[in-house]
């Protein structure tokens, strides 16, 4: 009879919901204080989680977001009982200008001192005040080796016809509309409208040739060979450089994007000495080495440099020719001049 | 009587339709590529690093907790909601209520999910299991009323007057009369509220708490960086589970019912 | 008396849904509402006063042409869900009660695993080196650079894939309590199977066809991690430019703006043609009006 089967259904997932709410409670000790750090998916080695927990007595919990926008859209609209946050460089500067961050103390984070002081020139929190570095990766062009005959290291490659349809470029107005803006050798700050018009220009043509604007699943793309050319991060291709012995990674002539994810602790953190401990903990050189070995990206940490693998410390995509690294910025956040960006954006999106 | 067999031949195509991707997802589980896109070989070390995973079970326990709760809390409201709307359907305050029934179904997510965090925020209310559960329960009573309100279509209420004048309680007549002409009703409704809950992602990622992540919340974010066979391998281990149970409760149900004679 | 008793009887079964709904959807809504008059600070918050400037600012000639991808897309997708679902819906109403509860999961099971994984997996089918791709190709229907992916074609696919389970129970549901010896009647009256499956069957099914198209093409209006995911730089739509303007250019009140837009897009007919159907009108149709 129905109505039994449904009875029998509902007693069954009552029943499981008893025995997942006791097991939640359980789990949970209330003695050990809890240090909630909010990042992107699988952004710290989890024995080194581990390691901190047991020697500070606490517990690490964990929350991810998957881009800085959607995580500031969250915060911006009320959410709280984050501690650390590892945003982007320039979102933080516009965290701080809201006035969601709180300042660092330094006391309390002596091993930041190893932070390499070449990255620090460039970037946007220099003294550290709000911000410590974390995590540095480039954007540049990755491609299959066997398929793209000719290939220059510049940004015109989007405009080869040949390769229509089989390339992306990246789904962020900033890092698009910045690589057109290296390529004509203008400054990805700039917020000067003739210059962005003539980059958006630039962008127009370059979008004929596309398969799309894409943000993550370029890895995907190219390693299974849907792409043959693509926009990506330094990080992410070294991943998939690991399954795909054909794909090189380059950074353009021209220069482009450094970014970097910075730590930093919410104002309405509850857990600020842990937090303190928690990023001091990050930059102890072997600590550092470890986890860049692990995720793949370069922690600025100089000390932490002659402690890594070879792959890594020789692999001109993550430490970058100087002439080149001089050609390269880091994204600065535009305030109101946002809008220009935006603007120039949805024409391209919109045209045809 | 011939019986037209097209209905059959169209529910076989969306069948295979359904399960052509979860192929795909099942055999990509066992692709040692962390990228999906080429085959490079069997492995199984995608269920190995999944059980090392305890942050993906943790996220699939309060996916599951906040499924079953939601789709109690959405039936219960929304048959409530589709009872009123059928037996009193001339009245204007179900014509308004009817509005209110299918309006959350247009407004997009994103805002749904930043207007009740700021709502929660305002109101001071905590984020966490509860808020979520509070969310997916919104949007959920609206499929429920709605399928459920299918169901009732020309069910004529003088049966339950009738039932009553017989002696029967309210309540009895509740219990032996309603409820079982609604339950495939609420068998549809529930497994919609169910898999809505269990998927929604937006709307979650706004109002959920520090410490309480669901399994979609997990799976979006590990695009950047994470290996996301993993969530092909644990997707593979839960249609096993299911379809393991429903054999198992099949060949149970028929050698019951041989035996109770049908 | 009986009238008072009646009276109650029906605030008490609207009050549960009626309070729920409004205290959760009605107040936030409304903030949605009132976001889209206030202006926008360039840092993604809100400013103090109100301007209308935002939604004059909805004129722009590029969302008509996004509003009209978005309403054809929604529209194509919810025809070819209907087209499959009732089919569907009846043969698992039809079928004997072991096998329709067999067919109700194995309809439904499908997708309770993650969606994004379910849209990777389309990725995959769809790939231009796959062996759907290569398929067509020789079967002519295809050439060797045509694109599978990253067109509207896919996202209405996918949409459909997305969709189809949430049109095929509701009419499952409507369908289950149907007569069917009443089709049967009919034919033997002289009707054919399928004025028979016309005039008889769908109007029994009524509302849980309603049910179906709103339960589809609503949410596909606002759907924009498909179009995200496998469209191309031409399928971009109404969701994908409102979740643009929240994350990206970080301005609420014009997303709030675009959002009302959308609501009044869906409003206004449906509330167009219950205020055609009259005053006496019932809104759950019943075949005979009988004192209750």
Not at chain 1, 187 to 200: F, K
Not at chain 1, 306 to 330: D, H, M, T, W, Y
Not at chain 2, 80 to 95: C, E, G, I, P
Not at chain 2, 132 to 151: D, E, K, M, N, Q
Request: glycine share 8%.
């Amino acid at each position: 009879m129905k109505l039994r089967m449904l009875l029998r259904f509902a007693l069954g997932a009552a029943v499981i919901a008893a025995g997942f709410l006791t097991a939640g409670c359980g789990g949970g000790a209330k003695e050990q204080p809890a240090l909630h750090v909010y990042t992107w998916s699988d952004y710290v080695k989890p024995e080194l989680v581990a390691r901190f927990e047991s020697e500070n007595n606490c517990k690490v919990v964990i929350d991810t977001f998957d881009s800085n926008e959607a995580m500031y859209a969250k915060l911006k609209a009320g959410a709280t009982g984050y501690d650390v946050i590892t945003p982007t460089s320039y979102m933080v500067s516009l965290m701080r200008s809201q006035d969601m961050l709180q300042p660092l103390d330094k006391t309390m984070i002596p091993s930041v001192t190893h932070v390499d002081a070449d990255y620090l020139a460039v970037a946007l929190d220099k003294g550290m005040e709000y911000s410590v570095p974390y995590m540095l990766t480039n954007t540049g062009i990755a491609y299959l080796k066997s398929k793209v005959d000719g290939f220059e290291p510049t940004w015109a490659m989007f405009e080869r016809t040949d390769l229509k349809g089989r390339m992306v470029m990246l789904n962020d107005m900033r890092e698009t509309i910045g690589a057109a803006l290296k390529y004509l050798g203008y400054s990805l700050n700039s917020t000067n409208p003739e210059e962005l018009a003539a980059a958006g220009a630039v962008v127009k043509k370059w979008k004929a040739n596309l398969a799309k604007f894409e943000n993550e699943q370029y890895k995907t793309g190219i390693a299974s060979g849907e792409f043959l050319l693509v926009h990506g991060y330094s990080g992410d291709i070294l991943q998939v450089q690991a399954e795909n012995a054909d794909i090189a990674f380059v950074m353009p002539r021209e220069g482009g994007v450094l970014s970097c994810d910075d730590l930093v602790i919410a104002k309405s953190a509850k857990e600020v000495k842990l937090a303190h401990a928690y990023i001091n903990f990050l930059h102890d050189p072997k600590v550092a080495a470890e986890n860049t070995e692990f995720i793949q990206y370069l922690c600025p940490n100089k000390d932490a440099y002659p402690l890594l693998s070879e792959a890594i410390r020789l692999n001109p995509g993550i430490f970058l020719a100087p002439e080149i690294q001089a050609k390269c910025e880091v994204l600065a956040d535009l305030g109101e001049k946002n809008a220009l960006y935006v603007k120039i954006w949805d024409e391209i999106k919109a045209g045809k | 009587m011939k019986r037209s067999r097209f209905p059959f031949i169209v529910t076989g195509f969306v069948l295979v339709f359904f399960y052509l991707p979860i192929l795909f997802l099942v055999v990509d589980s066992f692709n040692a590529s962390r990228f999906g896109g080429a085959w490079r070989g069997f492995s199984f070390k995608w269920y190995e690093r999944l059980f090392h995973e305890p942050a993906i079970w943790e996220a699939a326990k309060n996916t599951l907790f906040i499924a079953v709760v939601v789709t109690f809390l959405s039936l219960v409201l929304g048959t409530v909601s589709a009872l009123a709307l059928h037996r009193f359907a001339k009245s204007r305050l179900q014509r308004f209520h009817y509005t209110l029934i299918y309006t959350p179904l247009v407004v997009p997510e994103i805002l749904m999910g930043i207007s009740l965090l700021m709502a929660f925020v305002a109101a001071g209310v905590r984020l966490g299991m509860a808020t979520i559960i509070l969310a997916h329960v919104t949007f959920c009573v609206s499929y429920v009323a709605l399928v459920v309100l299918g169901r009732l279509q020309d069910f004529d209420f003088t049966i339950i007057e009738a039932a009553r004048d017989l002696g029967a309680t309210g309540w009895q007549a509740a219990r032996r009369v309603l409820l079982p002409m609604l339950a495939p009703g609420l068998a549809a409704a529930g497994l919609i509220a169910f898999t809505l809950s269990v998927d929604d992602f937006v709307i979650t990622f706004f109002v959920a708490g520090p410490g309480s992540t669901t399994l979609p919340i997990r799976v979006y974010s590990m695009i950047k960086h994470g290996a996301t066979p993993m969530i092909n391998a644990l997707s593979t281990l839960l249609l096993a589970l299911t379809f393991t149970t429903v054999i198992v409760s099949q060949r149970l149900s028929k050698s019951g019912a041989m035996e109770g004679g049908q | 008396m009986k009238r008072l008793r009646k009276r109650a009887q029906e605030l008490l079964l609207t009050a549960p849904s009626f309070v729920w709904l409004s205290l959760f959807f009605l107040i936030p809504t409304a903030l949605v509402f009132i976001l889209a008059f206030r202006p926008a600070d360039p840092f993604g918050g809100i400013g103090k006063g109100w301007t209308t400037a935002t939604i004059k600012g909805l004129a722009d000639p590029q969302y008509l042409a996004i509003a009209l991808r978005t309403l054809w897309v929604s529209f194509l997708s919810t025809g070819i869900c209907m087209l499959l679902a009732v089919p569907t819906g009846y043969a698992v109403a039809r079928a004997s009660e072991r096998r329709r509860n067999m067919l109700l999961l194995l309809v439904i099971v499908p997708f309770w695993t993650s969606f994004l994984i379910r849209v990777f997996a389309w990725k995959s089918i769809l790939h231009p080196e796959g062996f759907m791709k290569k398929g067509l190709v020789l079967l002519g229907l295809a050439d060797p650079s045509s694109q599978l992916l990253y067109n509207l074609g896919a996202v209405i696919m996918v949409t459909v894939y997305t969709f189809l389970p949430f049109a095929i129970l509701p009419i499952y549901a409507a369908a289950e309590k149907f007569d069917f010896r009443l089709i049967e009647a009919a034919r033997d009256l002289g009707a054919t199977s399928f004025e028979a499956f016309r005039k008889i069957f769908l109007p029994g099914i009524r509302q849980g066809l309603i049910t179906a198209v709103l339960v589809v093409f609503i949410p596909a209006l606002g759907s924009y991690i498909i179009p995200d995911i496998v469209g191309g730089p031409g399928s971009e739509l109404l969701g994908n430019k409102i979740a643009q303007r929240v994350f990206v250019d970080r301005n609420l009140p014009l997303a709030g703006g675009l959002s009302i837009v959308l609501i009044l897009a869906v409003l206004a007919p449906l509330l167009a043609v219950l205020a055609l159907q009259g005053k006496g009108s019932r809104i759950a149709p019943k075949r005979e009006e009988t004192e209750t």
